[in-house]
Every structure is written in C-alpha cells, then in structure tokens.
C-alpha cells in the first residue's frame, strides 16, 4: 500500500506544497526525486521512513522524564503538575479578567528556567489574537521571577545560566493575528519559523478572537486544520501548547448554560482544559480535563 506524504518527517509546508503539485504519495515523490530536488533541500531517504513504533513503557518513561512546565506559583501549580507537558495541548478558558493571560505570561518565564531547577532552558511563543499582550506586566513578572532565581542561585551554589530582564524578554517571541485565515495560515507555516529554535512553549491568546465572527461551517473546518497542524508542531519540536478561550452563554429549553465556546468538538481536541475565575482579588483555577490528573481546584494570588 502507498506511503500518505503525510506520514513523512517534511515540514507540513513542504508536504503542502507538494500536494499542490500533485504529489500525494510517498511513490510519486520517489518517481520524481531528481525534479524534486529543490522541493526537498533534504535527504529524502531518512524523511520517508514508517513513524517510529514505541511500547506502552517507552511512552510512559518518555512522559516521566519531560516533565511539565509550571509557574512557580505554589497554590497554582497543584493544578498545573503534570498538565502542561511537551507534546500537549492545554486549554485555559474563564471570563475576561480571570488570569488566563497572566498565567500564561508567567509559563513564558519558567519555560526558560534551566533544567537544574525543574525549567526547560528553552524559549516561549506568543501569538496574540486580542491586543492582551502586556510587555511592562511581563517585565514586571521577570523581575519578580529573577529575585527568586537568584536567591534559588545562591542557596543551591549554582553559578552557570545567567537570566536577566532582557534575556527573559528577548526570549520571548510574539506575533500579532487577527482574523481566523491569518492564524491558520501562520500556524501551517510555523515549522520554518521554529526550525533552528529553542521555542519550547507556544502560546495562543485567544483562540476565541479570531474564529468567533466566522461562519460556523467555515470555523468547524479551520478548527480542525487548525488543531491537526498544532499537534504535528508540538510532536516535531517538542513543544507544549497553550491556548485561552473564552466563555459564552449557551441555551436549552430550560436553561441558559455557561460553558467554553466551540462546545463540546473543542473539548475533544484539546490534551487539558482549566477554567479560571476572580473574586476580588483571590484568583481561582479548576482542572476540568486531564490526561494524568483527576479533578482539583485551588485558589491563588497573581
């Protein structure tokens, strides 16, 4: 039976491309390397190979040893222990105001934690859809994450892998969507863009913005494109990803129901789902889904 190029190692753009090109199949390529050649700028051999086939223990040692990322937040990161993984897709949904983007300028600070002290020593994506991106507030958080740090530094007399404001900061990348199209169409073309990189999270906030004024048959197809291609990014490089999503108002014949928006198909293609809230000043988290964890809640100061 032929090979799907789809099965292959190539970046989802060159898989694209060549599918535009006609070529849908492992055969066809291989019938037409040498025209090919400058499609590919690889060796083609090595790209076409069978995925690889692992055991139910090998998963579980690869799981125990990736570890997750957390925010360092004590009370927070009883929810977070093991959710926020390499090769996931988290959810944090809540109503504007919640936390949702704190949390997550926060996880793009600790992701650049070494690895001696539980981080990944890597970088963070930000792609931002609703203008939320705050870069003073997230100064302000590298500041306070540095004091820590440091004095973590001293006690443990680690001298190695200097952070500061700037590092911290330039560690983080951003990019600015609006509509729907666009955010599509940058995610298809993100393997180029993280090729050479250390980016170990990526962070969409809100997948809400842009998807909420499409037509639903359009939005049902280019979720689905969407989450396919997130999942081929997070397994090629990697990465963990986190999206925010807001809450709508959903009826029924008796009831007015408040629930994350894109209903139930959304809660199925997302690894983990965790609904924040506010009362006052008391923030609170809930852990709805989970692959490793049942359901706890917790309530926490930012």
């Known amino acids: 039976?032929?090979?799907?190029?789809?099965?292959?190692?190539?970046?989802?753009?060159?898989?694209?491309?060549?599918?535009?090109?006609?070529?849908?199949?492992?055969?066809?390529?291989?019938?037409?390397?040498?025209?090919?050649?400058?499609?590919?700028?690889?060796?083609?051999?090595?790209?076409?190979?069978?995925?690889?086939?692992?055991?139910?223990?090998?998963?579980?040692?690869?799981?125990?040893?990736?570890?997750?990322?957390?925010?360092?937040?004590?009370?927070?990161?009883?929810?977070?222990?093991?959710?926020?993984?390499?090769?996931?897709?988290?959810?944090?949904?809540?109503?504007?105001?919640?936390?949702?983007?704190?949390?997550?300028?926060q996880l793009c600070i600790s992701v650049q934690l070494p690895k001696w002290c539980g981080g990944f020593g890597g970088q963070a994506l930000y792609i931002s859809t609703n203008k939320n991106f705050n870069s003073s507030r997230l100064r302000e958080l590298a500041k306070n994450f540095l004091r820590d740090y440091n004095s973590l530094k001293v006690r443990t007399q680690?001298?190695?892998?200097?952070?500061?404001?700037?590092?911290?900061?330039?560690?983080?990348?951003?990019?600015?969507?609006?509509?729907?199209?666009?955010?599509?169409?940058?995610?298809?073309?993100?393997?180029?863009?993280?090729?050479?990189?250390?980016?170990?999270?990526?962070?969409?906030?809100?997948?809400?913005?842009?998807?909420?004024t499409m037509e639903v048959s359009a939005r049902f197809g280019l979720l689905n494109r969407f989450f396919q291609q997130l999942r081929i990014l997070s397994n090629q490089f990697d990465l963990a990803i986190v999206l925010t999503n807001d809450l709508t108002v959903r009826f029924n014949e008796k009831d007015a129901i408040i629930t994350p928006s894109f209903g139930d198909s959304f809660y199925h293609m997302v690894n983990s789902r965790i609904l924040f809230s506010k009362n006052y000043s008391v923030f609170h988290a809930k852990l709805l889904k989970s692959l490793n964890n049942t359901q706890i809640e917790a309530d926490f100061y930012l």
């Open 158 to 212: 680690k001298t190695e892998y200097n952070l500061t404001e700037e590092s911290i900061m330039q560690n983080i990348h951003y990019i600015d969507i609006i509509s729907g199209e666009d955010l599509l169409s940058c995610i298809l073309l993100l393997d180029n863009y993280l090729e050479g990189k250390n980016i170990r999270l990526i962070v969409i906030d809100s997948i809400t913005q842009p998807l909420k």
């Open 1 to 105: 039976m032929n090979q799907n190029i789809d099965t292959t190692a190539l970046p989802r753009s060159k898989i694209e491309e060549l599918k535009n090109m006609g070529y849908h199949y492992c055969s066809d390529v291989e019938a037409n390397l040498e025209d090919l050649r400058s499609v590919l700028n690889n060796d083609w051999e090595e790209l076409a190979k069978v995925p690889k086939v692992e055991n139910a223990l090998e998963i579980f040692q690869k799981e125990v040893l990736s570890g997750c990322i957390l925010t360092y937040n004590k009370e927070l990161d009883k929810i977070l222990q093991n959710v926020i993984c390499p090769q996931t897709i988290t959810e944090f949904t809540g109503f504007s105001g919640s936390g949702k983007s704190q949390v997550c300028f």
